[in-house]
């Protein structure tokens, strides 16, 4: 009972903690890709809803129902206010922790184990674009999907029920639907059924045929753009990606990839310029990695606990098969693509910390209490670091802040139940430019095709 209440008082914690970090997330404003989902999601009929599901031959993606679905209702229900959308993202995200909580405790079966992860999870900084941005939604709501699928065909295992593998047949379609990247439960399905548990495909085939339907449908019929940014590529700067990746998993800031010149080499200005924030990076990243796995791997090698290598292998491939869909995008790689992956990670983290923290509490518990104060303490102080360096240089915040004051301005000068043109002028930046999403921003507020000029014009009013 009181170990229970203890879980449930964690799990609290983990909230509240993620909760307090990105408090500024909730006054975030619309920006870039929001007003073009905004303008693309306003649909004024049951036919221009249903063409939601229809893939788009101008974008890559396709996820109406993590996209144009959430921003339709939430727009009529709300209009153009930003507040619902995060509070929406926030009470998804307070789900997948729980959810983590729950899929970790049946893998690792160790609620300790799992209280760990869900903290981690919650707190770790690659949720920070989505907490900013809602259109990057899908990659808060696409992960609540996987969690819950995998949880049910877990459950489909264990209570023999073929009840539990439907719904989480139908979950997974769902989850499709809401991000692609949900598809990566199948090579990670395969992974479990490899190394945790005897091999039997048959229970995964339905998945696999909902993946090719799916891919039939999506880049045969309806086939996406795949160029400039989101051109596929095989070269050195995919170990560039998976670096990025596993930094990012650590809380490095996404700044950060920018600043590496060479696999391993940072910039020395960098340096020079931000010694407090690399130096917090730095010593919390090595403190990380050598107590959740240089020594806890080092002490299973010389014990020869063989029977704890299929674990490391699950949550490794589990790490790099959820980034399969993106790691080859060689010039489109950001830290919220990593909200599958990172529960990888976390599972052999804070697995072999458990192995760490049981061994020491063999002869000093006290001691192993201590060392999880203090490993937790170095991943909030990492976290909060991130999130004033972030602040500071990201171009989220910077963005959703010149879309909030232009948008505002043209407001005030020009109503929009009085507006008299359809222009209106931006001095020309390729920052404004972005933040407005070229015509999107003005074209939703006003709800007809205002032209958006960059350009300063003598004797015009100039936002």
Known sequence: MIRNKLVYIFLLLSVVTSAILYKDSFRAYFFQDDWFTLRISNAKNVSEFLQFFVPRKDIIYYRPLGMQVPFFILQKLFGVNPLPFHILGFGLHTINIILVFLLIRILAKSSPVASLSAFLYGTSMVHYTPAFWPATLPFIMGPTFFFASFILF?????????????????????????????????????????????????????????????????????????HGSYQIGISKDLFVNLRAYLLWSFNWPEEMKAQFVSLFGINKQFIREFPWYFGIFFVTFVINVFFFYIIPVTLLILKKMKHF???IMFGIIWFVAGLTPVLFFTQHSFSYYLPISLVGLLL??????????????????FLAYILTVFLLS??????????????????????????????????????????HSNFIFVRP???????????????????????TIYRNVFGKIIL
């Open 429 to 451: 930046s390729s920052e404004n430019k972005l933040s407005l999403n070229n015509q999107d921003a003005f074209r939703v507020i006003y709800n007809k095709p205002v032209v």
């Open 309 to 311: 290598y299929p674990r």
């Open 154 to 226: 877990l459950m489909s295992l264990s209570k023999k029920e073929s009840s539990y593998h439907y719904l989480s047949i139908f979950v997974f379609i769902i989850g499709v639907l809401t991000n692609e990247i949900v598809i990566v439960l199948i090579p990670i399905l395969l992974a479990y059924r490899v190394f945790l548990e005897k091999f039997k495909i048959k229970k995964i085939l339905p998945y696999i045929l909902v993946f090719f339907v799916i891919f039939v449908f999506r880049f045969m019929v309806f086939t996406p753009p795949v």
């Open 378 to 419: 170095s991943w909030m102080i990492t976290s909060i670091v991130s999130v004033e360096f972030n602040s500071k240089i990201h171009w989220v915040p910077r963005r959703a802040s010149l879309s909030e004051i232009f948008v505002r301005k043209a407001i005030q000068l020009n109503p929009p139940e009085e507006i």
């Open 348 to 365: 052999l983290s804070t697995s072999l910390f458990g192995y760490l923290f049981m061994t020491i509490s063999r002869s000093n518990k």
